[in-house]
Structure formats: C-alpha cells, structure tokens
C-alpha cells in the first residue's frame, strides 16, 4: 500500500491498525525492505509495459518524419533527436560514474595504505627508531 502511494493514516485505518503502530513499522528494517522491493516491483512492471510499446512509438515517430505536415515532421525529428541524446547522455553518466567508482576505490586503497604508515609521531628520537604501537590514525 505504501508503494502504491496510499497515505499513511488510510493504511492504518485499512489495516484496522494505529497510526502510532504503522510508524513503528516505519522503523523496522523487515518492513523498509519488504516496501522496497514491493516499489522495485511496481517499477519493475511499468518499465516492462513502456518497453513493449517502444517499438512501435519508434515505428510511429520513423512514419510521422514523411509527413505532409512540416510540424509534424519536425517534432517527430525532435522526438527522435531529443532520445537519442537521452540515450548517448545515460551512456556518457554510466561511464563517467563507473570511472569515478574505479577513482573512489584506488582512493581508499590510498589511504588505507597510509593510514598504517608511521607518523612523525611515531618515531622516538633518542631511539631513532619506530614505535610498534603507533597513535591512533584519523577515522
């Protein structure tokens, strides 16, 4: 009910439950996971639904570009242009976020690597040597 968009108080007086007692669940992880994957659904068949039909609203844009009408084949090449960039434009996100996971991941390794290195703190002077038991490193 909650993926479908009902309201909190309309889903406690269907359920026969307190509104006090619906946030609680609010606060249960079983039940965010459980409207999660309700919402994942939900997504899931509509997305399925718009792709059956893409076909044939190519096909129709493809048939309005010979129209009669100029403006009428002018905003069936819009249509077209205008979802081709939308499709190069994800492309480009996509990338552009896997090659900033990629700099994400070489930047822990980084600084995990450092965060075992000794620190100036770490060496005694008079011993000019390295404390086994270094400060604690920065969270």
Do not use: C
Not at 111 to 122: K, R, V
């Amino acid at each position: 009910m909650t993926a479908e968009g009902m309201q909190l108080r309309q889903i406690a007086q269907e359920l026969n439950i307190g509104y006090t007692t619906l946030l609680s669940w609010g606060r249960n992880p079983a039940y965010v996971s459980a409207v999660n994957e309700a919402l994942q659904q939900l997504e899931s068949e509509a997305t399925k639904e718009l792709q059956q039909g893409y076909g044939d609203a190519v096909k129709k844009a493809r048939e309005l570009l010979s129209s009669q009408s100029e403006s009428i084949a002018l905003g069936a090449a819009k249509l077209i242009l205008n979802t081709m960039n939308h499709v190069v434009e994800r492309r480009e996100s996509a990338a552009r976020w896997a090659e900033m996971s990629e700099q994400m991941e070489t930047m822990e390794k980084r600084l995990a690597m450092i965060e075992f290195m000794p620190s100036a703190h770490d060496v005694d002077p008079a011993q000019g040597s390295i404390e086994a038991s270094s400060t604690p490193k920065r969270p």
